[in-house]
């Protein structure tokens, strides 16, 4: 008797706290990677954006936004994240993966509008390699990129003009927004940055001095952005274009995000593409081949050079025509790569888990 009484009390428990945990009420980590931009190279193409990839990381109850990482910023970057409602002044961190322009022009653009609306801070983490001297003598620098950003706007008198019309701006220009979060020489992945459960690794690839690859770590999963990266030897014969560097950061992840050369680009074909740059690229056949290896359960290509339908990369025809999304699948698929290949285009995104 005594039992009974007891257990009637228990099971009414147990059902309130079934309730509780009922699926629709456990919010749960989630991960979102968009291709603000995938024009490949310097050239311009039917409006697409410069490269970039944003990396979103939450929980489904407040859409994946807590955190924002972007990755490059190539040219209409700004556009791109105003079209996913993603103000430049919520990004936590910028990463860059070299000082090469399609990869950089557009923090210019991005820190000036940081700075008309978001003077008082705070001050962004821009992550990057630090100073690397090319062979040839030059340094390759994102410190100075940084330092000297809002040069051309304060040396115009438009930062000083604007001060006098809202003096709570930051007297020193979109400069004093940006904190360099430099990293030196990396053989091996190294956390370069960190928030909460979240963590971002880097690894220094070739393509030119001071590139940089790097791998988001979260709950809800993995992403590598290689970037450019190539081969350490860069002519053939050798197994691969892909880097090694990046190979050995994709290790088990979930996504890989990399940018892509079709071999119909290659010195064999007569593109006149020149031979140094083709080279310093990893193929679409290659991407795939490191991403089977990788175990990467998605492989998105972004920077395609050349781009979806364009019958030019620049001043270079692309022999046999413009290429299709299908054109660079088929180049994957060479590979045996069985995972999910997404051929980019602006504003592609992905969400793990998938809804
Ligand atoms: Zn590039």
Redesign the pocket.
């Known amino acids: 008797m005594s039992n009974r009484i007891y257990l009637a009390p228990l099971a009414t428990l147990i059902a309130a706290a079934l309730s509780f945990a009922s699926p629709a009420a456990i919010a749960e980590p989630c991960l979102v990677v968009t291709l603000t931009g995938t024009q ?3 050239p311009v193409f039917q409006g697409l954006a410069g ?1 970039g990839t944003l990396v979103q990381y939450g929980d489904s109850e407040t859409g994946c936004t807590d955190l924002a990482l972007q990755f490059d910023v ?1 040219r209409g970057t700004t556009q791109r994240l105003s079209q996913v409602n993603v103000q430049v002044g919520k990004l936590d961190a910028v990463f860059i ?2 000082m ?1 322009s ?2 950089t022009e557009g923090l210019t653009e991005l820190m000036q509008l940081r700075w008309h609306f978001n003077s008082q801070g705070p001050k962004v983490d821009l992550v990057v390699s630090d100073d690397k001297q090319s062979p040839a003598g030059h340094t390759l620098s994102g410190r100075s990129f940084a330092k000297h950003i809002g040069d051309a706007l304060v040396e115009s008198g438009e930062i000083a003009q604007r001060l006098l019309e809202n003096p709570q701006r930051l007297a020193e220009g979109p400069t004093g927004l940006i904190n360099v979060v430099a990293f030196g020489d990396l053989k091996e992945p190294e956390v370069v940055w960190s928030s909460g459960d979240v963590t971002v690794q880097a690894i220094n690839s070739r ?1 030119i001095p001071g590139h940089a690859s790097y791998r988001v770590n979260t709950p809800a999963g993995s992403v590598v952005i290689g ?2 990266a190539g081969n350490d030897k860069n002519v053939p014969p050798r197994d691969s274009s892909t880097s090694a560097q990046v190979e050995e950061l994709s290790m088990g992840v979930d996504i890989i995000v990399h ?1 892509t050369i079709h071999p119909v680009m290659g010195p064999d074909n007569d593109s006149g593409f020149p031979p140094p740059v083709y080279f310093r ?1 990893s193929t679409a056949t290659d991407l795939g081949a490191m991403a089977k290896r990788a175990g990467a359960s998605h492989l998105m290509l972004t ?1 395609l050079i050349p781009s979806l339908n364009a019958k030019r990369q620049g001043p270079f025809p692309i022999p046999g025509g413009g290429l299709s999304e299908s054109d660079y699948e088929d180049a994957v698929a060479e590979s045996g790569y069985e995972g999910k290949t997404i051929v980019g285009t602006d504003l592609i995104s992905l969400r793990l888990p998938a809804e």
């Open positions: 490949g190279g310097p490269a190539g993966t070299h090469h399609d990869h393509h970037g450019d940018s690229q920077h």
